[in-house]
């Protein structure tokens, strides 16, 4: 991969991963009503789905889903009803949780977000098609993109996650954290508004 592939990449990941989607609004909200130490559980579950699912795409499965329109459309009804589900939960919190085991979302349903989250299909896809498959050297690309994106589905939750365990204490005044909550939760209907044009 030479130096320009990469910078390229390097742009994608950064715009696709630290704008607000699914994965960091839930980050922030988590962060924001639980604190970091609970968020980290949801924080460490995106690199892990997110890597399974560009796996999956540089073995094929991405164009299968791709070439298979009834495929397509039932991975985007369910992340969208999924996502005005949790849109709704969260938009009815207003009050901040104080259990040690509280949490919205944990590792496992933060692995099994990236699978109907359209927003990480089509960063997969974009990077599958762009930087992996035709190369002679895909294997090496693979190598390479793997281990950079799952840091940068790290990082950009974990930075999410920390602005919002930062506000608790802010939030916890009144009626701020509701209307945060709700503001994060708009972001996901919004989200899911998007993911039915695309």
Not at 52 to 61: I, Q
Not at 121 to 149: K, N, S
Request: proline share 3%; aromatic share 12%.
């Amino acid at each position: 991969m030479t130096a320009v592939e990469f910078s390229a990449f390097l742009v994608l990941a950064t715009a696709m991963s630290f704008t607000p989607g699914p994965n960091t609004t839930m980050a922030a909200a988590m962060g924001a009503n639980w604190g970091l130490k609970p968020a980290m559980r949801f924080v460490w579950g995106v690199p892990i789905g997110w890597g399974a699912l560009l796996l999956l795409c540089a073995s094929g499965v991405g164009a299968l889903v791709m070439a298979v329109p009834a495929l397509k459309g039932a991975i985007k009804a369910v992340g969208i009803v999924y996502l005005v589900w949790l849109a709704y939960k969260l938009s009815r919190s207003g009050q901040l949780a104080e259990t040690k085991n509280g949490h919205l979302l944990g590792f496992w349903q933060a692995v099994g977000l990236q699978f109907v989250n359209v927003k990480a299909w089509l960063l997969a896809l974009a990077i599958v098609a762009g930087w992996i498959v035709g190369f002679q050297d895909a294997l090496a690309r693979l190598a390479i993109v793997l281990p950079v994106m799952l840091f940068f589905a790290f990082a950009s939750n974990f930075l999410y996650a920390s602005v919002g365990a930062l506000l608790r204490s802010w939030l916890a005044q009144g009626q701020r954290l509701l209307w945060f909550n709700r503001a994060m939760a708009l972001i996901l209907v919004l989200t899911a508004i998007w993911m039915i044009k695309a």
